[in-house]
C-alpha cells in the first residue's frame, strides 16, 4: 500500500518561486516504486504532464516548463520535488503528485505498474 501526500502550494507572483513536495509512505508487503511525477490542471483543462523521474534519476519535462521546472527525488525519502522558477500566470492549476509501483506481483502476473495519486496542492500565480 502505498499513500501520496503533497506539500508546498501556495500564491506567488509571477516571476517568482515555489518548491513542491511529496512524500510516498509505504505500508504492508515490499513495494518498489519506479517512477513519480508531477501533474497538473488548471480549471476546465484536462490534467497534464509536468514531469517525471525515475528511481534511477532520469527526468523528463513537458515543454512548458523546460527551463523554469526541476523535479529531483529523494529515493531514501520516497520523495520527489518540484523547483518552480520564473512562474508564470499560466502555471496556475491543482499539481498532483503520482507514482508508478509494484507490490511484488502485479507487475509480473498483469505487466503493469500500479499507480496512485495523491489529493493536490493549488499553486496560484497572480499579481
Known amino acids: 500500500q502505498v499513500q501520496l501526500v503533497e506539500s508546498g502550494g501556495g500564491l506567488v507572483q509571477p516571476g517568482g518561486s515555489l518548491r513542491l513536495s511529496c512524500a510516498a509512505s509505504?505500508?504492508?508487503?515490499?513495494?518498489?516504486?519506479?517512477?513519480m511525477g508531477w501533474y497538473r490542471q488548471a480549471p476546465g483543462k484536462q490534467r497534464e504532464l509536468v514531469a517525471t523521474?525515475?528511481?534511477?534519476?532520469?527526468?523528463n519535462y513537458a515543454d512548458s516548463v523546460k527551463g523554469r521546472f526541476t523535479i529531483s527525488g529523494d529515493n531514501a525519502k520516497n520523495t520527489v520535488y518540484l523547483q518552480m522558477n520564473s512562474l508564470k500566470p499560466e502555471d496556475t492549476a491543482v499539481y498532483y503528485c503520482?507514482?508508478?509501483?509494484?507490490?511484488?506481483?502485479?507487475?509480473?502476473?498483469?505487466?503493469?505498474?500500479?499507480?496512485?495519486w495523491g489529493q493536490g496542492t493549488l499553486v496560484t500565480v497572480s499579481s
Open positions: 503520482n507514482a508508478e509501483y509494484d507490490d511484488g506481483q502485479t507487475l509480473s502476473v498483469s505487466f503493469r505498474y500500479l499507480k496512485v
Open positions: 509505504v505500508s504492508g508487503s515490499i513495494f518498489t516504486i519506479y517512477t
Open positions: 523521474i525515475t528511481s534511477g534519476g532520469s527526468a
